[in-house]
């Protein structure tokens, strides 16, 4: 049994591919390995992000019941934010909590990783969380080794960015438990190009096309995330893959169209702009998280790259994003 808790806004595709590959597993298996059931705070239905309406099994006050029974969850997970009700929160806290003592594995999608986040038992563990919320996750929780990874499993806590990489991560389950040739079956059946592994990136930051990309590039992009608070001299980053300075400036000329000092600005000021969205942060310690020895010089930076001013950007409505203008973002066709 796998029990998903919803909570206002969660992600449909998240779910939809999780549930897919449970019922896959179970054609795969030849026989009924694995159930479900969807539990809410009330037991009413739930709205999804894009707006459907997903009736649930249902109340979390039932499903509490269900820890000393012998339907209890082999893992319970979390689907949606953390509820603004401050009573649900508590008893989703404390049901987690239950499980975790229980030794029932628990996770999260998307967004459900800050609601397990805050209940503190992720804390000094690894987590996946989204790209994009990254920056803020980060500032946040201190105490939790996130990262921009497909998915996370860490003392069966398991994690994933939301998105498809619920399917990834699913499968990945459904291989712990049936074995791999079941695993590989169900991703035969959902006609899934590959299966990602939980270590691969979510993605590479400010590429707008698809393609190979030279590991040596990749490897200097990861140094480049890594220090974005310390940036890294051009010396630093060549002698960190064994390489001269002028074979990383012709590598990043011909993979990405632009000098690597230039792609390290650009990356230092993505993340700055996902911090002024995502978090009350002031300005200056903005600049100082991105690698900026001033607040004037961090507005001047950032103002010739989004076309708008740090304060201004933090004024924009929920959902707005700002973009590098494209020309300064395309890389060169490889």
């Not at 790209?131 to 499993?153: D, G, L, Q, R």
């Not at 600005?265 to 911090?275: C, G, T, Y």
Request: glycine fraction near 6%; charged fraction near 25%; hydrophobic fraction near 40%.
């Amino acid at each position: 049994m796998v029990t998903f808790y919803l909570t206002p806004g969660f992600e449909l595709l998240a779910l939809s591919s999780a549930l897919e590959v449970l019922k896959l597993a179970n054609r795969a298996a030849r026989r009924d390995v694995f159930r479900w059931r969807t539990v809410s705070h009330t037991g009413e239905a739930v709205n999804a992000s894009c707006g459907i309406s997903v009736a649930t099994d249902g109340d979390l006050a039932q499903e509490r019941r269900y820890q000393s029974h012998p339907d209890r969850p082999l893992m319970a997970i979390v689907c949606g934010d953390e509820p603004n009700d401050s009573r649900e929160s508590k008893a989703l806290n404390a049901w987690l909590r239950e499980c975790r003592q229980r030794r029932i594995m628990i996770g999260a999608f998307g967004s459900g990783v800050v609601a397990l986040a805050k209940t503190g038992l992720l804390n000094d563990r690894k987590c996946s969380i989204h790209w994009e919320a990254h920056p803020a996750f980060k500032e946040h929780f201190m105490h939790i080794e996130s990262v921009t990874t497909v998915y996370e499993v860490d003392d069966s806590i398991w994690t994933c960015a939301g998105g498809t990489a619920a399917f990834d991560m699913m499968v990945y389950f459904v291989k712990q438990h049936c074995g791999e040739p079941v695993a590989v079956n169900v991703g035969e059946l959902a006609v899934a190009g590959r299966i990602r592994t939980g270590d691969e990136r979510q993605r590479l930051p400010l590429l707008r096309q698809h393609g190979t990309i030279n590991p040596t590039v990749v490897k200097l992009i990861e140094l480049m995330q890594e220090n974005l608070a310390t940036p890294l001299t051009m010396a630093e980053l060549a002698t960190a893959v064994g390489l001269s300075r002028r074979q990383i400036e012709r590598l990043f000329r011909n993979e990405l169209g632009r000098s690597p000092r230039r792609y390290f600005r650009e990356l230092r000021l993505e993340h700055a702009r996902l911090l002024l969205a995502q978090s009350a942060l002031p300005v200056l310690d903005v600049a100082i998280a991105c690698g900026f020895i001033s607040a004037s010089h961090f507005s001047k930076c950032f103002r010739a790259a989004h076309l708008i001013a740090p304060h201004e950007a933090r004024k924009l409505p929920p959902g707005r994003y700002l973009h590098v203008p494209s020309q300064r973002l395309q890389p060169a066709a490889t």
